[in-house]
């Protein structure tokens, strides 16, 4: 269990700190059921916590040191780990793994300190979503099989449009679609799949008849016997088909098919969003689709739409041009 490392000898605290540690991983994991990748990441943020405060108190930390805690305690060690090379964004989880633990260990009533509330959280830059456009997409999902091995058999490009058309065609991250096992398989009597995202929570997503079909077709020509409870995407080996085959598909899709860097399996879960968007589906409902938890992550894809509704009154309108020159000379003299 990923939980059982919160007591590992790298975490130099005391017997009760590495205690309420243990206890609130699997909290996490049980209780809150976040994905594995988010209980490591929050794993060793707190032991960095902990080894600057080893550090800084000389000795391993008890609880009754968490409570002495003041606001400069934790922007020294924000400031630390910036000196480091933490990003942003990676400071900005670690304060929030911090914050998670303090939260626990006063609703558990092991201890309390309110300080961390006084400790701004980094700006983290803001981006969008950079999706391909639709004729891009579809050029993807049609020409894949091209772009093969020339000593891979003709399943291996079959396989690779089947995954392919279910990130663009039902906007799956990478490892939902290959996550699936043989009985998950989309049928056109069954044209929908129940997906285990992240945390574990399942949702149901619809699948097209084109990625119905690719399946089919790969199934057909596969090789290799699958049963119902293996995966359903293999590798030439026959294990679980890994992310990275798929990468580098789309690696060489970029240079075949002029895509830009941004291209990657992601961003057909990106334009998966932001096409449903540009033709009038309803943000809840892409939230939905998409398995966000936050309708603020679903939001982004807002600001895509409206960077590109504005390039095309740019390009279309006679006095676009004119009237933009104008608001630029206007926002110069203000």
């Known amino acids: ?5 919160a007591i590992s000898p790298l975490y130099p605290v005391a017997e009760d700190f590495a205690a309420a540690l243990h206890a609130w991983m699997g909290y996490l994991a049980v209780e809150r059921v976040l994905a594995d990748k988010t209980l490591d990441a929050y794993g060793r943020d707190l032991r960095q916590f902990t080894e600057f405060l080893n550090g800084q108190l000389g000795c391993p930390p008890a609880l009754g040191d968490v409570e002495r805690l003041r606001p400069r305690d934790f922007r020294a060690f924000l400031s630390d780990r910036r000196e480091e090379g933490a990003s942003s964004r990676s400071l900005a989880r670690t304060l929030s793994a911090i914050r998670s633990f303090f939260r626990f260990l006063e609703n558990e009533e092991l201890a309390h300190n309110r300080a961390l509330l006084q400790v701004a959280t980094p700006k983290i830059p803001h981006g969008i979503p950079k999706p391909l456009s639709v004729a891009k997409a579809k050029s993807v999902i049609t020409d894949a099989a091209y772009v093969k091995s020339g000593r891979a058999p003709e399943w291996v490009g079959v396989r690779d449009i089947a995954v392919l058309t279910l990130l663009y065609g039902s906007g799956l991250r990478i490892s939902e679609a290959l996550g699936l096992d043989r009985k998950d398989a989309p049928r056109r009597e069954r044209p929908s799949l129940i997906v285990k995202g992240k945390g574990g929570k399942e949702r149901m997503v619809p699948v097209l008849p084109i990625s119905v079909e690719a399946t089919a077709r ?14 359903l995407f293999l590798g030439q080996k026959g294990g679980r088909l890994s992310p990275r085959i798929i990468q580098l598909v789309m690696q060489k899709l970029r240079v075949t098919l002029g895509l830009p860097e941004t291209a990657t399996p992601h961003a057909l879960r990106h334009s998966f969003a932001t096409h449903l968007l540009g033709n009038g589906a309803d943000l809840r409902q892409i939230q939905e689709l998409l398995g966000h938890a936050s309708l603020s992550s679903t939001q982004a894809y807002t600001e895509v739409d409206r960077k590109r509704l504005l390039k095309i009154y740019e390009n279309a309108h006679p006095r676009a041009a004119d009237q933009l020159s104008l608001d630029l000379d206007r926002d110069g003299a203000n």
Do not use: A, R
């Open 1 to 5: 269990m990923t939980g059982d490392i």
């Open 218 to 231: 790969y199934l057909h020509l596969c090789p290799i016997t699958v049963q119902p409870d293996e995966p």
